[in-house]
């Protein structure tokens, strides 16, 4: 299972990918959308490139609660299979 | 002067990508010199169809527009968007234009189809959750124009004719109503298209509609020759910047030519066969030479719809007859680029602005062996060096659609 930096940096990846995030930018403490400027059709990409990724899934109710790259590194951590 | 005198219309930007080059430049130097656009289609999909043949655009739309953008975009979108910022580049309109003041009028024929099929083989290969949320905007038919819109701010309305092949002559008609109006100082008009894959391919092909010349692209084009058997697909965008004549005098803008009158009519006679007749395809033209304050003897080239099919050339020369005579020099520009559908109107309207600006009429290549029913002078493979005062660009779309824009030297 992957650590908590496998998952940034594959995080990391999927933002650049889909959102053009320069991957420098992306840390625990980071908003998706106040400070990475990830908007909600393209956070919808994350998630879904996120679930493939990690073999995870991420509920529609559960990804308001994701509002950090910190939220959503913990969350793939704790349900990824 | 009277208190009725509506304002002038002039063309103060051109913007274009096509299957002859990536800009305006290269485009007119493709059409002025005669070369086709056209190629054999080197996709494997191509091989279970009966035409393999087509313009691609030469210059990726993709390549000028940021990669993340260009995954929320159809092709035809980002088309669009490369030649508006051509176009808008050229007008030189200053960054404090009012934006209130600024519209678009920006059609497709056909749209965002390509997104459509990609993503819906996408829904049946890996699910609903895979699909994606760009999908909506991509395929909307007013993508493209509010895509246009977006890039430059505009306040001024966003609109998006949909006239199949008429399309981007009617958008750029359009136009001239809103500047008339007083709705706007400036108007970017035109249209875009990028439909070169298979549904749309066998589509047409099924309608007996295009060109199955494919072991000779460059030849499969021929407007008004004898050997003509159907259109070939071509993809691009044209876009033009109308100004109200005063508001590009009081900054000094470059002036192309006036866009000086439009007429739109409808044949109501068959959902794709045109009238025969051809009465209104004519009254179109008369009510633009009309509009436009023009004698029909004032009309020195037509730029004709002319896509190579066997019943519509002809149709189209008999009304241009009607309406104009036997003076003008006629061409059809599609014999090298293609019919770009709903951004041909626009691409063809920019070679007849073009050729008013420079006197220079492009020719209509392969026309070796002309029909025994072509009464006027059309421009034969060679282009034709000629005082181009006013002109007409004819544009005529399936639904029976008919579209005349007439141009005066500014």
Same mark, same amino acid.
């Given at each position: 299972?992957?650590?908590?930096d ?9 933002? /650049? !990918?889909?959102?053009? @995030? ?10 998706? *959308?106040?400070?990475l400027? &990830?908007?909600s ?7 879904v490139?996120? /679930? !493939?990724?990690?073999g @995870?899934?991420?509920?529609d109710d559960?990804?308001?609660n994701?509002? *950090?790259v910190?939220?959503? &590194?913990?969350y ?6 | 002067m ?11 930007g ?9 800009d305006v ?5 493709g ?6 656009g ?5 996709t ?5 169809l ?12 993709a390549?000028?527009?940021d990669?993340?953008k260009?995954?929320?975009?159809d092709?035809?979108?980002?088309a669009?968007?490369v ?13 404090d234009i ?7 009028s ?9 997104t459509l099929v ?5 829904l ?7 699909v ?11 993508g493209?124009a ?17 006239s199949a ?8 008609a ?6 008339r109006?007083?709705?706007?100082d ?13 549904l ?40 033009v ?5 005063d ?6 803008a ?31 033209m ?46 059809s520009?599609?014999?090298?680029t ?5 951004a041909?109107?626009?691409?063809e309207?920019?070679?007849?602005i073009?050729?008013?600006y420079?006197g ?7 026309l070796?062996?002309?029909d025994?029913?072509l ?10 060096t ?20 007439a141009?005066?030297?500014?």
């Amino acid at each position: 299972m992957a650590n908590r930096d496998e998952i940034r940096s594959g995080l990391a990846d999927i933002l /650049e !990918e889909v959102a053009g @995030v320069d991957k420098a930018d992306v840390a625990d403490e980071k908003s998706f *959308t106040d400070e990475l400027d &990830v908007d909600s059709l393209s956070m919808v990409e994350v998630v879904v490139a996120a /679930e !493939e990724k990690f073999g @995870v899934k991420i509920p529609d109710d559960e990804v308001p609660n994701l509002k *950090t790259v910190g939220d959503a &590194v913990s969350y793939i951590e704790k349900n990824a299979a | 002067m009277t208190s009725h005198t509506r304002p002038d219309v002039v063309v103060t930007g051109l913007g274009a990508t096509t299957p002859l080059g990536g800009d305006v430049a290269s485009t007119w130097d493709g059409l002025v010199n005669g070369r086709s656009g056209i190629r054999k289609l080197d996709t494997d999909w191509a091989e279970m169809l009966p035409v393999r043949i087509a313009g691609l655009m030469v210059d990726d739309p993709a390549n000028h527009i940021d990669r993340v953008k260009t995954r929320r975009m159809d092709r035809s979108e980002q088309a669009a968007v490369v030649a508006a910022r051509q176009a808008w580049a050229d007008a030189g309109i200053p960054d404090d234009i009012d934006k209130e003041r600024v519209a678009v009028s920006v059609g497709t024929g056909i749209g965002g189809a390509k997104t459509l099929v990609d993503q819906h083989d996408r829904l049946m290969t890996k699910g609903a959750r895979l699909v994606s949320p760009h999908t909506v905007p991509m395929l909307m038919p007013n993508g493209a124009a509010a895509y246009v819109g977006l890039e430059f701010g505009v306040h001024g309305g966003v609109h998006s004719p949909a006239s199949a092949c008429a399309t981007s002559s009617e958008a750029i008609a359009w136009g001239l109503d809103i500047i008339r109006s007083g709705r706007a100082d400036v108007v970017v008009a035109g249209g875009t298209e990028s439909v070169v894959f298979p549904l749309p391919i066998a589509g047409f092909a099924s309608m007996r509609a295009m060109s199955t010349r494919n072991d000779e692209p460059e030849r499969a084009s021929r407007p008004f020759d004898k050997g003509r058997d159907g259109f070939v697909l071509g993809e691009g965008a044209g876009i033009v910047v109308l100004e109200r004549a005063d508001h590009a005098a009081a900054r000094g803008a470059h002036v192309y030519a006036r866009l000086a009158g439009a007429a739109l009519t409808s044949d109501g006679y068959d959902i794709v066969a045109p009238d025969p007749e051809g009465t209104q395809q004519a009254r179109a033209m008369t009510l633009a030479i009309r509009d436009a304050g023009l004698d029909p003897a004032d009309v020195a080239h037509v730029n004709a719809h002319a896509t190579s099919t066997p019943v519509g050339d002809m149709g189209e020369i008999a009304a241009i007859r009607k309406a104009v005579g036997d003076r003008p020099v006629v061409t059809s520009t599609k014999s090298m680029t293609g019919h770009l559908l709903g951004a041909a109107g626009a691409v063809e309207s920019i070679a007849t602005i073009l050729a008013v600006y420079h006197g220079v009429v492009p020719p209509t290549i392969n026309l070796d062996d002309p029909d025994d029913e072509l009464t006027l002078d059309v421009a034969a493979n060679v282009a034709r060096t000629m005082a181009v005062p006013a002109a007409l660009n004819n544009s005529f779309g399936f639904g029976g659609h008919n579209a005349a824009l007439a141009f005066v030297r500014g």
